[in-house]
Nanobody, 123 residues
């Protein structure tokens, strides 16, 4: 079991930037693909961005493409989500999760989840 801890959330204004971090407790973290999901009140959890085990392949939801960047630092056991040009519709609790499955959009294939970090964007 890999424990994940998200950090970096906060209250910002539209147009601002934030960087979220997802730190893992185990070195085996490097074997996993990692994705960020978000969930706004009254809405289903949705995929935001994902990165494969090596960091060489990334995926983004259309709603964040061009604004968000996912990356990973194997030495720090950490995955980052750089969020630029934030919009009010980006307001949500953001979660990171790990999977060994190749299709990162299959939410049921994620086996480790963090506790989430709140991002609030005021307009």
């Amino acid at each position: 079991q890999v424990q994940l801890v998200e950090s970096g959330g906060g209250l910002v204004q539209a147009g601002d930037s934030l960087t979220l971090s997802c730190e893992a407790s185990e070195r085996t973290f490097s074997r996993y693909a990692v994705s960020w999901f978000r969930q706004a009140p009254g809405r289903e959890r949705e995929f935001v961005a994902g990165i494969n085990w090596s960091g060489g392949i990334t995926y983004y939801a259309d709603s964040v493409k061009g604004r968000f960047t996912i990356s990973r630092d194997a030495a720090k056991n950490t995955v980052y989500l750089q969020m630029n040009s934030l919009k009010s519709e980006d307001t949500a609790v953001y979660y990171c999760a790990t999977t060994l499955y190749s299709d990162l959009l299959v939410i049921n294939a994620y086996d480790n989840w963090g506790q989430g970090t709140q991002v609030t964007v005021s307009s």
